[in-house]
């Protein structure tokens, strides 16, 4: 009886035994990676699926290697210019999973490969000192306005160490920045006078503009006036011409009478014709020749016409 006893309390501790150190059916997450190890050994690292190992002191691992968001502050931190303003950044992070990675983290930092709040926590520590740093080396004015400057200069010294526990850092990026209730209210004096200053600089350049403006105006006009006159000019000088020819013409005209003194009295008793109309009394002045210049036919009085002497008539 006792034999049998202890035959089945043997069975138990072996039974007990195998079964610690062995796994069945067991997943690995489509998140995980997997790490297969005999006496504490890695012996294969597998991807997602299930997974069943008869053997002594085995053990499958699952690491976690999907993406941890958490955020990280300071509430005290001195720029450049030594302004004091509160900063919150948000840091996205997970685990490599290349073969090399996880056995680092295996062997090296598996606090860092069990835990998500471990590795938080590494990450938090290190990106506290990278705020300090990156906010340090700008101005207030430089950190309002260039958030991802900031951003990329935390970044940049996590990554450096975060290589040492195998760790991507995916993102980080500037959530907040809180300043003193006394540089707002400079910042909105500032804004202010920018402001009026502004107004004052639009103002001055419609004042100039509309200088320019009647300058343009006034060029312009003088340009219209100078057309004008150029155009008046020439018409002058047309009417000047057509009065010239007209002149000449006239000239011609009277060169006649000048020259020919039966031509200047005939003109003469044409025009006292005109004058008296259809009398047939002609006062005809003393010396004149009256044979050259009146012909009766059929007993009335007629002006014989003068021939132009400047023009030859022939026979």
């Keep these: 009886m006792k034999k049998k006893v202890l035959w089945m309390v043997l069975l138990m501790v072996i039974g007990s035994m195998l079964m610690s150190s062995c796994y069945f059916w067991q997943d690995v997450e489509e998140w995980q990676m997997g790490v297969q190890t005999e006496k504490n050994e890695i012996t294969k690292i597998v991807t997602a699926g299930k997974y069943t190992k008869w053997c002594t002191f085995c053990e499958l691992n ?70 300090k740093n990156g906010v340090r080396s700008f101005i207030l004015q430089e950190l309002l306005d260039d958030r991802n400057g900031l951003a990329t200069a935390i970044k940049q010294q996590l990554e450096l160490d975060a290589e040492k526990y195998s760790v991507n ?12 209730e006394e540089y707002l209210a400079v910042l909105g004096e500032k804004a202010l006078i920018t402001a009026q ?14 200088a320019e403006n009647d300058v343009l105006q006034a ?26 020819r007209e002149g000449k013409k006239i000239t011609e005209a009277m060169a ?13 008793l044409e025009l006292m014709g005109k004058i008296f109309g259809d009398k047939s009394v002609f006062w005809i002045p003393l010396g004149t020749n009256l044979t050259s210049i009146i012909n009766v036919e059929e007993g009335l009085p007629k002006v014989l016409p003068v021939l132009d002497p400047t023009i030859d008539h022939g026979e």
């Design 62 to 131: 699952a690491v976690d290697v999907s993406t941890v968001t958490f955020e990280v502050s300071d509430e005290e931190v001195a720029t450049y210019d030594n302004q004091v303003v509160r900063i919150i950044i948000t840091i996205q992070a997970h685990r490599k999973k290349d073969t090399d990675s996880i056995t680092n983290l295996f062997k090296n930092w598996q606090s860092l490969m069990r835990s998500d709040d471990e590795l938080i926590k590494v990450i938090s520590a290190t990106a506290n000192e990278g705020i």
């Design 169 to 180: 850092i995916v993102n980080v990026t500037v959530k907040d920045i809180g300043i003193s």
């Design 197 to 210: 200053t502004e107004k004052e600089v639009q103002r001055q350049k419609l004042i100039n503009q509309q």
């Design 219 to 244: 060029q312009q006009d003088k340009r219209v006036l100078d057309e004008r006159l150029l155009v008046e000019k020439a018409q002058t000088n047309v009417d000047v011409e057509i009065a010239s």
């Design 256 to 268: 006649v009478y000048e020259l020919n003194d039966q031509a200047y009295e005939i003109k003469r």
